[in-house]
């Protein structure tokens, strides 16, 4: 069974994806994590925070409790504001009472400043969003994860709440108002990459008018990779092991699908975006991979700076490295930013 435990942060919340220049993916974003590193109900097989020796694996949940408190404080304190992402190592709406209201807290103080924030979660339980006061704040979307239709594929590597019950949850956020894009993420070739299941999915999503998709294959470090293949082989899909296993290479540093299997899904699922009119990003894949302008992310929100009221305005995408939209003179008046991957927290302020 397990317990969520309050417990006291004292460092920042506000923090930059780690990624340095040479290997940058991502734009600029503001990570809040309201639980430590880790600790996820969920347990998805292949997270890359759990795989990493200092995560837990208990039955504790430890909740940074005074999250909202240190967000308003540092909003209060800086001038450049990336969009903020609730979170990037563990699921914000975790089925825990001191999980959710905390992360609806700090959302809450972050639509008070005006900045941009994207929700990433697998759980129903983000429909809590619809009974807050800032339902209709324009400046928040919800990045669902659906990894594949087939729920007893999903369950044997991941104890996140059941695919259709999160597709329920994404139809009445949609219907509601909100922004909703939805992240096929990972795709596990081998395993979750049938081509008429991920049809039926698109198809699915784009009859609840999502717009757009971000997917990937997956990274996985060694003990990822095989707690991943554990868990497929304990679930009943041995056959689906042996594929996972032989398709993803292993780089000196971490397993990824092969070249050749990886552009053929991407061009298949680029096709399918295609069909049915929505957008698609590559998560941590190279700019360049495949044709077009796919591989972009699109699903953080803008990067804003404090006017005289003491609000934050939007300026721009905080894609500074690759998508100024002035090199010379940036609207955030701010230039390290087109070279400090990750960010200093002084460059904000």
């Known amino acids: 069974m397990f317990k969520a435990i309050p417990v006291e942060r004292k460092s920042r919340v506000i923090h930059d994806f780690p990624y340095s ?29 759990k795989s990493y020796p200092w995560s837990a694996n208990g039955h504790f949940i430890e909740v940074y409790e005074n999250t909202p408190e240190l967000l308003d404080n540092e909003l209060r ?3 450049t504001c990336p969009p903020l992402y609730f979170c990037a190592v563990t699921d914000p709406f975790q089925p825990f009472d001191l999980v959710w209201k905390t992360s609806l807290d700090a959302m809450r103080i972050a639509a008070n400043h005006g900045v941009f924030f994207t929700i990433v979660t697998k759980s129903d339980l983000a429909l809590k969003v619809l009974e807050t006061r800032w339902a209709d704040y324009e400046r928040f979307r919800v990045s669902f994860t659906c ?3 087939n729920r007893n594929k999903l369950s044997a590597i991941s104890n996140a709440p059941d695919v259709f019950r999160r597709l329920r949850a994404i139809e009445r956020l949609v219907s509601a108002g909100v922004n909703v894009s939805v992240r096929v993420d990972p795709i596990i070739s081998g395993l979750t990459d049938d081509y ?16 757009h998709v971000t997917t990937s294959t997956g990274s996985f470090n060694s003990r990822a990779f095989r707690k991943l293949l554990a868990r497929i082989e304990e679930g009943g899909y041995a056959e689906s092991a042996a594929l996972v296993r032989s398709r993803y290479v292993f780089n000196g540093k971490k397993y990824t699908l092969n070249l050749k299997d990886r552009l053929a899904l991407y061009t298949y699922l680029a096709s399918l975006c295609d069909h049915y009119d929505m957008g698609l ?6 700019l360049n991979l495949i044709p077009g302008d796919a591989t972009r992310c699109r699903t953080l929100g803008e990067l804003a700076i404090r006017d005289r009221s003491g609000r934050f305005i939007p300026v721009c995408g905080s894609d500074c490295l690759n998508a100024c939209p002035n090199a010379e003179y940036p609207p955030c008046k701010n230039e390290k930013l087109r070279t400090e991957y990750p960010f200093k927290w002084r460059t904000l302020r």
Do not use: W
């Open 21 to 49: 220049v040479e290997s940058r993916r991502c734009p600029h974003a503001g990570i809040v994590n309201i639980t430590k590193s880790g600790h996820c109900v969920f347990d998805c097989a292949y997270c890359y925070a």
């Open 77 to 79: 304190t800086i001038r």
């Open 147 to 149: 990894e594949a239709l």
């Open 196 to 211: 008429g299941e991920l049809d039926e999915l698109f198809q699915t999503l784009s009859s609840m008018d999502v717009r």
């Open 281 to 286: 990003s590559l998560c941590q894949e190279p």
